[in-house]
Every structure is written in structure tokens, then in C-alpha cells.
């Protein structure tokens, strides 16, 4: 059975937030446990998102809380979960990576970053929707603002560290420059394609080939907004797994089929895909892939071992290889 891995899902931060326990079949969580090991589910990217209310001390201190809930999820199901870097020659438990989405928690502060490399964090995505201290977000008016000071010397510090540089929500000119400075293959975690869906949020052609030609890789999501043009307009039909698959297809045609899979971004959105409801439906999601000419082999990658090979070629530990798993450590609760 195939390996799936997701690049991208707010199941933590919806669990932390909500009380939702995603070992439990009846939450009203996309993911839970019971669907990743139907999924044969190997890596899961966790979401650290801090909503643009929050800002300095408090953004710190909420992502951490984020973290705990990983933690607390890993402590109490060490047989399921663990927080490390790849799954390598470990086939159980499901491998869980810490994610900050949007470099909001790191408050200015270079410092912080190894703080939160020692929580497990190996990937920024640098911006979300708003302006921070990095660059404008992709919901920032035109004219965008490229990257602060700060913004290129967190890059410069994330390549040190072989941390994934997440270029999701980063528009121009922002985008080019990180382009520019990285030597470490990027990504940008989860997206839809421009050329489909014309929206700022969405990487365009020019972004996909810069990904690919520096050995990266794109996750495609599974939020209708990003995959059907005005899909929440009235008398607009409802998004399906085929116009995920046309997304997928335009990115293995523009990037080739190694550079491609998927971050779904499961749990961050309520409307979902009319046959994507949860991750219980990925069948459905392989079959429109299938009808769509990709066989066996290209199946494999795109469902998890692009994105596992990915991960071991950008997230390499500094002293050795990207494999085990950390220990838990004692946490940093929001008071």
C-alpha cells in the first residue's frame, strides 16, 4: 500500500483551540487517527498558525500553545504519534512536524527561531495573508512590499539551520527575493494554480518553474476557493476532486511529476470539496487522478513520496540526517 503525507493541515491548531481529540472517530475533525492509518498516513506537516489579532509576546506565546497540543497529543499516544523529521525504515508511528504558518511567533526576534527549531519546527511559512515582520501577505493591497531586514536575515538563518522555507501566501516582490538569496530547496506547502484559479493566493506559472528548478516542492490544496474560480459565488456548483486534480495535473505538467503532492490544508477551512469531505474520501481524490492519466508510479509520488523526499533533502539535520524522532519536551503553556 502506497504512503500518503500531507504538507500542510490545521488539525492541531483546531484541536489546541477547540478541545477536539483527533484520536477519536467522532470528532468533527477532517483528520483524525482512524483516517491516517486507513491513508496508510506516514507524515503530517502541523499547521502553527497565528491569526493576525496576535502580535509580539502574544503571537510567542500562542504558537507555543500550539506546539503543547502536539506534544501533549505525542506523550499520550507514543504508539501513533511522534514529532521528528522523516519516517525512513519507521513505518509507525505517523510522523508529525511542527510548521509555523506565518513568522508572526518570532516577533522580530532571530533569537527566537532556535527556541522553536528545538520544539521540532522545520519549516516557515514566512507570511499569511497580512503584513508581518517579514513581507506583506498575499491580502495586502497592491503596492506589496518586498522583505523587511529582518525578513532576509530570518532566511539567511532558517538555510543555516536547514529549515524549509515556505513560500505559501508570499506574493511578488517578496517571492523573487527569496528566490534569489536561498541555496536550500523551498516550497510552497499548500496552493492552487494561478493559471486555473487567477487569485493572488495561488502560485502562478513563473512561481512553480522557480520552485521545481531549485529541487522544491508544491503542495496542492484541497480548500475550494483555490481550486474553483468563484466557488463560493451564488449558482456556482460545488468544487470536486476532479478540479483538485486539474491543479495537480497543471503542476506536474509545469514542474514535473517529482516536485508535486499535496498539503491539503485539512481543518483550516469548513467547506469543504463536494467529494473530499474529510481525509476518509482520498479514494475519491485518486480516482480523478486516475482518470486523468496518472498511473502507479506517478500516484505513489504524488500521494506522499515527493513530499517525503522533499522533506530529507531540505530539512537535513546540520550534524547528521533527517530521521529520528525528538524527545517531548516540557512545553510552554499559554497563561
Avoid at 521528528?84 to 518570532?106: K, T, Y
Avoid at 497543471?250 to 491539503?264: D, L, P, T
Wanted: a negative charge; proline letters at 6%; glycine letters at 10%.
Amino acid at each position: 500500500m502506497r504512503l500518503y503525507a500531507d504538507a500542510h493541515a490545521d488539525t492541531f491548531y483546531e484541536a489546541a483551540l477547540q478541545g477536539h481529540d483527533p484520536a477519536r472517530d467522532d470528532s468533527p475533525l477532517h483528520i483524525n487517527l482512524a483516517r491516517m492509518r486507513a491513508a496508510n498516513q506516514r507524515i503530517q506537516v502541523c499547521s502553527v498558525f497565528t491569526p493576525a489579532r496576535y502580535c509580539g509576546n502574544e503571537a510567542t506565546a500562542f504558537a507555543h500553545r500550539i506546539i503543547d497540543c502536539i506534544d501533549a497529543n505525542v506523550s499520550a499516544r507514543p504508539d501513533a504519534f511522534a514529532v521528528g523529521e522523516s519516517p525512513r525504515g519507521q513505518p509507525s508511528p505517523i510522523v508529525l512536524i511542527p510548521w509555523l504558518e506565518g513568522a508572526s511567533p518570532l516577533a522580530g526576534d532571530l533569537a527566537l527561531i532556535d527556541a522553536f527549531y528545538a520544539r521540532g519546527v522545520r519549516g516557515i511559512g514566512l507570511t499569511h495573508n497580512h503584513r508581518n515582520e517579514v513581507a506583506d501577505g498575499c491580502g495586502c493591497a497592491e503596492p506589496r512590499n518586498g522583505l523587511t531586514r529582518f525578513g532576509r536575515a530570518l532566511v539567511e538563518r532558517m538555510e543555516e539551520l536547514h529549515m524549509a522555507v515556505d513560500c505559501a501566501h508570499l506574493p511578488q516582490p517578496a517571492f523573487g527575493e527569496v528566490m534569489a538569496m536561498i541555496k536550500r530547496p523551498p516550497c510552497i506547502s499548500h496552493t492552487g494554480c494561478r493559471a486555473l484559479v487567477p487569485i493572488t493566493r495561488n502560485a502562478d506559472d513563473e512561481m512553480l518553474r522557480a520552485i521545481a528548478q531549485r529541487d522544491g516542492f508544491i503542495g496542492i490544496d484541497f480548500y475550494p476557493g483555490h481550486v474553483l474560480e468563484h466557488a463560493f459565488a451564488q449558482g456556482v456548483r460545488r468544487a470536486t476532486c476532479d478540479d483538485i486534480a486539474a491543479h495537480v495535473m497543471h503542476a506536474v505538467n509545469v514542474c514535473g511529476i517529482e516536485h508535486v503532492g499535496f498539503g491539503s490544508d485539512f481543518d483550516g477551512f469548513a467547506d469543504t470539496c463536494e467529494n473530499l469531505r474529510h481525509l476518509g474520501d482520498l479514494p475519491n481524490l485518486e480516482r480523478a487522478l486516475r482518470a486523468r492519466g496518472l498511473n502507479e508510479a506517478a500516484l505513489e509520488r504524488v500521494f506522499g513520496l515527493n513530499l517525503l523526499e522533499y522533506l530529507e533533502r531540505a530539512i537535513q539535520s546540520p550534524g547528521g540526517h533527517a530521521g529520528g524522532a525528538r524527545p517531548v519536551s516540557a512545553g510552554h503553556a499559554l497563561s
